[in-house]
């Protein structure tokens, strides 16, 4: 089991279809259809309903090999072309789920970084990377969480805070019977209370 891995996915870069970040002239824009939790916009509702079950958990498609699940089927069949190795990385083995992933993938050999922040001149290998720093500068925290009034920088810190209130713990240690809401807290009960006993 990968405890890295879990039903409640988690993405932390923006997506694709987000067009938050990004300025816009109402006189080319189509009218936005906006998240009425986390306030990102989209151009299509399709994308926007994809995404809103991001904040209900509601992923009903499942891996048969890992644990992963899936709003969308489409998201299931991205998701299977790791299994079957079909974007195959050639420097390092690593799969992806689609040629976009594979290319981004590849900066990490090649070292390319495009995406450069305007403020303190760090570099990234995806536009999104830049969209999540740019707000260590900006102090925006566009994710607010709809059951308290916690916001967040990033849609991922969202996802994993809203297990506060769902009480999901989807990081289950494989030595016991507990579980645990985020990876960390299962990492520091194996170094604790699982770690090998020195017996020279």
Request: aromatic share 8%.
């Amino acid at each position: 089991m990968n405890t890295g891995e879990s039903c409640f996915e988690v993405e932390i870069e923006a997506d694709n279809n987000d067009i938050t970040e990004h300025p816009h002239n109402d006189q080319y824009q189509p009218t936005p259809y906006v998240c009425t939790v986390c306030n990102k916009w989209f151009t299509r509702n399709d994308h926007l309903i994809t995404h809103s079950k991001r904040h209900t958990g509601d992923n009903v498609y499942s891996c048969s090999e890992c644990e992963k699940c899936f709003s969308y089927p489409s998201g299931l069949r991205r998701h299977m072309n790791i299994h079957r190795s079909k974007y195959k990385c050639t420097e390092c083995g690593k799969c992806c789920g689609n040629g976009r992933d594979l290319a981004v993938h590849m900066r990490s050999h090649s070292g390319e970084k495009p995406f450069e922040c305007t403020v303190c001149n760090k570099r990234f290998t995806t536009s999104s990377y830049l969209v999540n720093h740019s707000r260590i500068h900006s102090g925006e925290k566009p994710y607010k969480c709809h059951m308290c009034d916690k916001s967040f920088n990033q849609s991922g810190n969202l996802d994993v805070h809203m297990r506060v209130h769902t009480g999901d713990k989807p990081y289950k240690c494989s030595l016991c019977d507990k579980s645990f809401s985020i990876l960390t807290n299962l990492q520091r009960h194996l170094c604790i209370v699982h770690r090998p006993i020195d017996r020279t």
